[in-house]
């Protein structure tokens, strides 16, 4: 019998890794797209990657970009996947301020490409389609929330996001596709970009630990969001296209902690607690027991408009997916403190001691 068959943009990031080893475990033949760029970007997936003659090889990686429709077209019309899995995307906010007409051009066009392409190849009925909706495109509305809640987006990046939804809906309902929006929380993990809030913290934090950095500099210590474990959440994006019926699905833990917090958390899982003086652009985070600053605020890490409160409620893929977050916040914060120290002390042992 034929293997299940999945292509995957954004293979190389943080979810597309988790994804495509989830879908190789479960048996699938999966394909991944990735961009070229001038240095390698594939560390996160060369665990799964062999010589594609090796017999047995269900793990193939094709060159493209999603911003460019003909290739979307000649790689679908090839391969001929039975899911489709689009997480490609310029997918910083604070970046998609800097970036908008870019950042739109891959998080929103992109999806149109994708879904195009299925449809003008006419596999709008043979394949199913997932997008990685984000819970950034409900913005400033109160939490917590759910599928029902307005979006108020509050970045370039969520109103790109926003278009994608929409349209992924729009071929749901127009050409009776199966297609289907995960509004996902923010999810993390020993793999996240280390610009990503959570991992500039747990990578300063291990690299104080080992006398390598003496400050970590931040920006907005409220927000509040509410932080999962990356691989669950691959978990559920392919459960939602198992399903009978397209729906769209929030995946989140439906528990959230502010920056500070998470700052304090992996100061504590050194073995340091901090205090906090001062306010505002001159707070700092103050080791209570030696007395050095460890945390100061850098205003260029403020964003022109911020998201103050993303707190999920998952109750429906709960009901309808079985589907819940299985690590908990302490426990994925300490997994990546653990991850990094191991990575600084590599970097120190090869003379990559930093700045
Ligand atoms: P990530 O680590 O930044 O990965 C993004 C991926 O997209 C990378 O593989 C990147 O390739 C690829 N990419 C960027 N531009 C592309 C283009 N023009 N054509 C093809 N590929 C392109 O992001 P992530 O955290 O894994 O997130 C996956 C998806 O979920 C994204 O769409 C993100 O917006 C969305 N999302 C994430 C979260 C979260 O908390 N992680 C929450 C909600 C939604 P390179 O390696 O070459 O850069
Ligand atoms: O910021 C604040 C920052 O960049 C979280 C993406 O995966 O999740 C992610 O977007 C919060 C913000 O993630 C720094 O202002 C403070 O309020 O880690 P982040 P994000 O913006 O929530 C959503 C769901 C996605 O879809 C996105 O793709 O932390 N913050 N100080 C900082 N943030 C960063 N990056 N760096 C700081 O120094």
């Known amino acids: 019998m034929k293997n299940r068959s999945a292509l995957i943009t954004g293979v190389t990031g943080q979810d597309g890794a988790h994804l495509a080893e989830i879908l190789l475990e479960k048996g699938y033949e999966v394909h991944g797209v990735k961009r070229r760029t001038s240095t390698i970007s594939t560390t996160r997936i060369d665990h799964l990657y062999r010589e594609p003659q090796d017999e047995g090889s269900r793990f193939s990686l094709h060159y493209g970009d999603v911003t460019d429709s003909s290739n979307m077209i000649d790689l679908i019309r090839r391969i001929q996947p039975d899911e489709i899995y689009n997480l490609a995307a310029q997918s910083h906010v604070q970046v998609s301020f800097q970036t908008p007409v870019y950042s739109t051009q891959v998080n929103a066009l992109g999806a149109l490409n994708i879904l195009e392409a299925t ?111 990356a691989r669950d959440y691959a978990e559920g994006m392919w459960l939602m296209l198992q399903q009978d019926t397209p729906r769209d699905y929030v995946l989140a833990t439906g528990e959230a902690h502010t920056v500070r917090e998470f700052v304090n958390v992996a100061f504590e899982e050194i073995g340091i607690r901090l205090n906090w003086e001062g306010i505002g652009e001159e707070e700092l985070g103050i080791d209570a027991r030696s007395g050095k600053c460890l945390v100061q605020i850098d205003p260029r890490y403020f964003r022109p408009t911020d998201v103050d409160s993303l707190i999920g409620d998952p109750a429906r893929a709960s009901a309808e997916l079985g589907w819940r977050h299985q690590t908990g916040f302490k426990e994925m914060v300490r997994m990546m403190i653990e991850t990094d120290i191991d990575l600084a002390q590599r970097e120190r042992a090869n003379g990559l001691s930093g700045p």
């Open 119 to 229: 449809r003008v190849l006419d596999l709008q009925n043979n394949i199913r389609f997932y997008q990685a909706s984000s819970s950034e495109m409900f913005g400033a509305s109160t939490p917590p929330q759910n599928e029902d809640t307005p979006f108020k987006p509050r970045s370039p990046y969520a109103v790109a996001k926003l278009y994608a939804y929409w349209m992924t809906i729009n071929y749901r309902e127009a050409y009776d596709m199966f297609a289907v929006n995960g509004i996902l929380f923010n999810h993390e993990g020993p793999t996240r970009g280390e610009t990503f809030v959570t991992r500039k913290i747990t990578r300063a934090v291990a690299r104080i630990f080992l006398g390598m950095q003496d400050c970590l500099y931040l920006g907005n210590l409220e927000a509040l969001r509410d932080w999962g474990y």
